[in-house]
Structures are given as structure tokens and as C-alpha cells.
């Protein structure tokens, strides 16, 4: 089977779909393919965010509304219940730093974890079980999505969630653009300052900061 692009048939959800198609430059179609799903993610956080907002306000919540918030508090992993802390979590990256790490991390939707797993981000998976997961040598065992719309969800729960990454949430909060953002990236590649410059570059070079808009 060959996909077009050029006349827009065929949705791509499998990362290994990649190979199949002609048409357009191979990293145009990854990025064709990313964005709108990029874009529903972050319509649902944003709507979830704007929701757990207007109940910060409110003095006594319906059953519904508390069902709610408890489901955010789990979802966004907040210990302590506080509303304010949810919504410091609920965010999105910019598009263009999203696209950067997804073709940093997959060399653009190649490399064998995006491949057999439609893991685009190297997000490793604490199964130590072969058949569930990516595996890529001793002790390297990677999560394996069924679309990589679940890839890109999980990627962005990771961001929000994790501890490592409270400094990223917070510039993302304060409206920092993807080229100040890229410091605040912290533990997410064991080679730091390297890691830094070929996101920085990777951005730069594709212009994927035209995407932001």
C-alpha cells in the first residue's frame, strides 16, 4: 500500500506507515501528521484546564464536579489535592518544541522504537517483558503505544507529571517561547548540553517554530 499525500489520502498512525509513503519530503509528512493530533491533545487539556478553573472559584462542588476533580488530581498525579498545583500541571508545550523532540528522539519517525512501537520520545517502560515492550539490549526496555497519538499523550502526561520537570512546567506556565524552554528540559537526555544544542538546532534548522502560530 502506498499513501499520497499529495492528495490527502490515507491517516497515518502507525509510526512504520512512514515508510510507505510518496509525495511530499519525508519530515513535511511527519510534521503533517503530527500536528493536528498535537492540536486535539491540546484543545482537551486546555479545555480540562479552563474546567478545574471555574471550580477553583466555586464554594460548594455537585457530585459530578468533585468525580471530576479526582480524576485530574490521579490523572496529573497531585498528592495533595490542591487545585492550583492541577492547573500549574495542565499544560502543553509549544508545537514546534514537540516536533523537535519527536524528530530528535525517532530520527523523524525512523528509528526501530518509533518503528515496532510508535514510541517517538525513547519513553522507557518499567516492564522488563520483551513481548510488551521495545527491547534494545540488556536492561533497555521501551514503552510500545498502539498509535502514536497515544505516544503523544503520554509524552505530555510525562512532561506534566513528573518532578524532573517542574521548572519546564513553570516556563511554560509563564509563557516562555521553545528556544528558552529547551534549558529547562533537565534530566530528559543523559547528555545534557549536547542534547540541548541538537534540539536547539533540529528547531532552528527546520524552522518548526513557524508551527506556533
Given at each position: ?5 499529495d492528495?490527502n ?26 500536528i ?84 517517538l ?31 503523544l ?61
Open positions: 500500500e502506498v499513501l499520497d499525500q492528495t489520502t490515507g491517516v497515518i498512525t502507525q509510526a512504520k506507515d512512514f515508510a510507505k509513503v510518496r509525495g511530499k519530503s519525508k519530515k513535511q509528512i511527519f510534521i503533517d501528521t503530527l493536528p493530533t498535537i492540536e486535539k491533545i491540546r484543545a482537551k487539556v486546555e479545555a480540562d484546564k479552563q474546567y478545574v478553573i471555574s471550580l477553583i472559584e466555586k464554594e460548594i462542588l455537585t457530585e459530578e464536579e468533585k468525580l471530576f476533580l479526582n480524576e485530574m488530581f490521579i490523572k496529573y498525579k497531585v498528592k495533595s489535592k490542591s487545585k492550583n498545583e492541577l492547573v500549574h500541571k495542565m499544560v502543553v508545550p509549544p508545537t514546534s518544541f514537540i516536533l523537535g523532540q519527536a524528530s530528535l528522539e525517532s530520527g523523524w519517525g525512523n528509528s526501530k522504537l518509533a518503528k515496532e512501537g510508535n514510541n520520545f525513547a519513553i522507557r517502560s518499567t516492564l522488563k517483558d520483551k513481548e510488551k515492550t521495545v527491547y534494545l539490549g540488556p536492561n533497555q526496555f521501551y514503552k510500545k503505544y498502539e498509535t502514536l497519538e497515544d505516544s499523550m503520554d509524552y505530555i502526561m510525562t512532561l506534566s507529571r513528573h518532578s524532573s520537570y517542574s521548572n519546564l512546567r513553570k516556563a511554560i506556565n509563564d509563557g516562555e517561547e521553545t528556544m528558552g524552554l529547551i534549558k529547562h528540559l533537565g534530566n530528559y537526555s543523559e547528555v545534557k548540553h549536547l542534547y540541548e544544542q541538537r534540539l536547539t538546532q533540529i528547531i532552528t534548522k527546520n524552522n518548526l517554530v513557524k508551527y506556533d502560530d
